[in-house]
C-alpha cells in the first residue's frame, strides 16, 4: 500500500480534504504561520498532488509538527476542509512509517513520550512539580529550587492539596483513576504508539551509533532534547 492509500484510510485526513482551492485562508488565519516558515495551504495542496515523492518529503520534514491542531483553519476554509485534520493524518503516518525520526520536530516525539507522556501515565498530570528538575527545565530559573524544596508550606499557602487526598492541585490521583486512564491509552491505541515511536527511535538511535535504553534518557534522548542532531 504506498503512502496516498495508507492516508485515505485514516478517518481525519477523509473528512478533511474536501476540494481545496488554494485560497490561502487558512494560512491567513494560522498561528503557527505568523511565526514558522509554516503554510498550510502548501501541505494540503502536495496531499492533493499525489505524488509519492512528495508524500515522503513532506513526512521526513518538519512543517507537519508546525501545527498545533488548533483547528482555526476549520472555522474559516470556504470548502470546509480541515487541513489541521488532514496534518493529524500525516503525522500519524509519519510515525507509523518510522519517517518522523528524520526531522527534528519529528524526533521530539519521542521527548514528548519520555516527559509528558511518562507524567500522565504515572502521576495523572502533564507534568508535576516534583518532575521540574533544573537538568531538564533549566529555563524556570532558581526561583524554582526554592519552590520544589518549599513545596509542602507553599501549597498549603496557595491552596493547592500537595499529595493529599479529595480535591485541589496537586493532589494525589487515587489509583482507580490511573487504572482508568491507562486502561484508556491502552484501548484507543495511544499505548502501542507510544511503543512505536520507542522502536523506531531505537532504529534510528542505531544508525547514529547513539546509546538508547527504552524509557530512559539514554545519549539519543539528550540529543533529541537538545537539538544537536
Same mark, same amino acid.
Given at each position: ?10 478517518? +481525519?485526513?477523509i473528512e478533511?480534504m474536501?476540494?481545496? $482551492?488554494?485560497?490561502?485562508v487558512?494560512?491567513?488565519?494560522c ?5 514558522y516558515?509554516?503554510?498550510? +495551504?502548501?501541505? #494540503?495542496? $502536495?496531499? &492533493? +498532488? ?7 518529503q513532506?513526512? =521526513?520534514?518538519?512543517? !507537519? ?19 489541521a485534520? $488532514?496534518? @493529524?493524518?500525516?503525522?500519524?503516518? %509519519?510515525?507509523?512509517?518510522?519517517? *518522523? ?6 524526533? @521530539?516525539?519521542?521527548?514528548?513520550? +519520555? ?15 516534583d518532575? !521540574?528538575?533544573?537538568d531538564? *527545565?533549566?529555563? &524556570?530559573?532558581?526561583t ?13 499557602a #496557595? ?7 479529595g480535591?485541589? %492541585?496537586?493532589r494525589q !490521583?487515587?489509583q482507580? %483513576? ?6 484508556? /491509552? =491502552? ?5 502501542? /504508539? *507510544?511503543e512505536?515511536?520507542?522502536?523506531? %527511535?531505537?532504529e ?7 546509546? /538508547? ?9 539528550y540529543?533529541?532534547?537538545?537539538n544537536?542532531l
Open positions: 500500500m504506498n503512502l496516498l492509500e495508507q492516508l485515505k484510510t485514516d478517518p +481525519r485526513y478533511g474536501k476540494a481545496c $482551492i488554494n485560497c490561502g487558512c494560512t491567513a488565519i498561528p503557527a504561520a505568523q511565526y516558515e509554516y503554510d498550510p +495551504r502548501m501541505v #494540503v495542496n $502536495i496531499v &492533493q +498532488r499525489k505524488q509519492e515523492a512528495e508524500l515522503e513532506l513526512l =521526513k520534514s518538519d512543517t !507537519i509538527w508546525m501545527c498545533g491542531e488548533c483547528l482555526s483553519c476549520k472555522t474559516r476554509c470556504p470548502r470546509e476542509n480541515v487541513p485534520y $488532514i496534518i @493529524q493524518s500525516l503525522k500519524t503516518l %509519519s510515525i507509523k512509517t518510522g519517517y *518522523f525520526t528524520e526531522s527534528e520536530k519529528g524526533r @521530539q516525539q519521542l521527548a514528548l513520550v +519520555r516527559t509528558i507522556g511518562k507524567h500522565i501515565l504515572e502521576d495523572g498530570y502533564c507534568l508535576h512539580i518532575k !521540574i528538575d533544573m531538564m *527545565f533549566p529555563e &524556570q530559573g532558581p524554582w529550587e526554592w519552590v520544589r524544596e518549599n513545596i509542602k508550606t507553599l501549597s498549603l #496557595v491552596g493547592a492539596n500537595y499529595h493529599g487526598s480535591s485541589g %492541585s496537586l !490521583i487515587p482507580e %483513576s490511573m487504572d482508568e486512564l491507562k486502561a484508556i /491509552f =491502552k484501548q484507543t491505541g495511544g499505548a502501542d /504508539f *507510544f512505536l515511536i520507542e522502536n523506531k %527511535s531505537e534510528k538511535a542505531k544508525e547514529l551509533g547513539l546509546t /538508547f535504553h527504552k524509557g530512559e534518557k539514554d545519549e539519543y534522548f540529543n533529541v532534547y537538545e544537536k
